[in-house]
């Protein structure tokens, strides 16, 4: 532009001197001449043919300079080595003057080009570095958002972009609360923005609300999050050039904490029944009011049974958080699940033969085998066939029954009853800890640990799976399955 503007100058210019050239010359011959009006006309005449005529070859002499000039400028390598000394005198002064502001103008592109690679240094850095973060903030499980003074979002991950169904891209400057689709979570923040000081760090618990799912979003459930909202520095000390907030999930921490509250509060009064009862028949004995060696044995038999079910309350427990806490010892070895099904069998007959109850193992002539821990199993097999013995009436039948299950490369034991039966609400629930239907409590004695434990061995331990399916008052059937192999070597 400005070599453009230049060139302009100098042809005006020398348009300008050609001009002057040629009435200096005509001024001259006329001066000179001093003779006749006829001569004068012819003396003019000639006068101003030869003006004329020096006029175009100094005009066409001048025009090559500058068009010598022009190409010379056009081309920055001769540009460079513009030497005004090599120009005609008349164009000295010009070509001086256009050789400085062309070399000041190089010297400004110089410095404005070394500022450009500069900036793109420092712009690929920052990118880089943008792009370092990014990568680390999606990394973490915690969503993560980043809001400038104005509460924009600036920056955000792919958790926070999961959780508040956003794409980032699109969200990028746009104020909080549009970004979120959560007012309360986007007030907090803007609150936050709004007291906000150089080094504060503040934590919030809070209950984001569940979202239905629709056409457009898949929803979310209600979850407990633990806030961070800390400020980030600003450009000059002592202000603050935003804030990051981080969102960590903490609803599972939450259940676990009210599972072992929950776990501890039943625990307690578990062990407090059979231990009450223990001491109230302790007492009783002390004070003397067995008054005959009869009533007293049925103390002592009441006493030794309480203490039993403690003891068996304490073992389930201790197993049952060995297997959560994954340290219980696993010994596996190819088990033959017809002898196990014969031995509960065998335990709990006399138990059966008290209610005259039929219990039978059902098992055939073949063999069943699979990877698993012997003692584990039988404590299964005797769990159920000891549960069916107490939930069935008099005069029942309950049958053990082994089977290959082909479908899941399992072996399927089945423990049958005519008993009780459970009602469909229950179903789900009593492999839970503790639980126990309510209706049946005066039926038989129990911990409500005895199906949990099962599941745990049996899902847990050994990959398997059970169940139960059941009608009120026709009997239950519980089930479980063991894999031939176990996972690991399986894959070996
Ligand atoms: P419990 O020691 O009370 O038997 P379990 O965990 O073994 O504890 O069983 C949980 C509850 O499930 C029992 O208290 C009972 O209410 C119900 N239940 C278990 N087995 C049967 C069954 N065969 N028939 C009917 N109800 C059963």
């Not at 010297?107 to 880089?128: C, D, F, P």
Request: proline share 4%; glycine share 8%.
């Amino acid at each position: 532009m400005k070599i453009g503007k230049t060139l302009g100058l100098i042809s005006t210019a020398a348009g300008l001197l050609g001009g002057a050239m040629s009435s200096y010359a005509a001024t001259r011959l006329v001066g000179g001449a001093g003779v006749s009006g006829a001569a004068i006309a012819i003396g003019g005449a000639l006068g101003a043919a030869v003006s004329a005529l020096a006029t175009l070859t100094v005009g066409v002499f001048i025009d090559k300079r500058l068009n010598t000039l022009k190409r010379a400028l056009l081309d920055p390598e001769t540009a460079s080595a513009l030497n005004p000394s090599g120009a005609p005198t008349i164009l000295r002064q010009l070509v001086a003057a256009i050789a400085e502001s062309h070399a000041a103008l190089s010297r400004e592109t110089e410095q404005a080009l070394s500022r450009l690679r500069e900036m793109e240094i420092r712009r690929r850095i920052a990118e880089s570095q943008r792009e370092q973060i990014e990568t680390i903030l999606n990394g973490l499980r915690d969503a993560v958002l980043v809001t400038d003074p104005f509460k924009e979002l600036i920056m955000a991950n792919e958790p926070a972009a999961r959780l508040f169904g956003f794409e980032l891209e699109a969200c990028v400057h746009k104020p909080i609360g549009d970004a979120l689709n959560d007012e309360a979570l986007s007030r907090l923040i803007e609150q936050a923005h709004d007291s906000a000081t150089p080094s504060d760090r503040r934590h919030v618990e809070y209950l984001m609300p569940g979202q239905s799912t629709t056409p457009d979003s898949p929803g979310r459930p209600a979850a407990h999050y633990d806030i961070t909202i800390a400020s980030l520095p600003g450009q000059t000390s002592g202000s603050v050039g935003g804030l990051v907030t981080i969102l960590r999930d903490v609803t599972r921490e939450k259940e676990i904490s009210q599972m072992k509250t929950d776990f501890v509060s039943q625990v307690s009064h578990e062990l407090r029944t059979p231990l009450s009862s223990i001491n109230a028949y302790v007492e009783m004995l002390v004070d003397g009011e067995a008054k005959d060696e009869a009533s007293r044995n049925e103390f002592y038999q009441i006493i030794k049974n309480e203490a039993d079910r403690l003891g068996r309350l304490i073992d389930n427990m201790l197993n049952i958080s060995r297997i959560e806490a994954g340290i219980v010892k696993v010994e596996r070895s190819e088990v033959d699940f017809v002898k196990i099904v014969r031995d509960a069998v065998e335990v709990m007959q006399p138990q059966a033969m008290l209610k005259n109850i039929t219990l039978i193992a059902k098992t055939g002539p073949m063999v069943y085998t699979a990877q698993a821990d012997r003692d584990m199993i039988l404590q299964v097999v005797l769990n159920l066939v000891s549960n069916a013995v107490k939930y069935t009436p008099e005069n029942g039948r309950v049958t053990v029954s082994v089977e290959n299950d082909d479908a899941t490369r399992s072996v399927l034991v089945s423990v049958a009853d005519t008993g009780l039966g459970i009602p469909p609400d229950d179903v789900e629930k009593v492999f839970e800890k503790f639980y126990r239907i309510d209706n049946y409590k005066r039926v038989a004695k129990g911990t409500g640990l005895g199906l949990n434990l099962a599941r745990h061995i049996v899902e847990t331990v050994h990959k398997g799976q059970v169940g139960v399916s059941s009608k009120v008052g026709m009997g239950s059937r519980f089930w479980f399955t063991i894999p031939f192999e176990h996972e690991g070597r399986a894959a070996a």
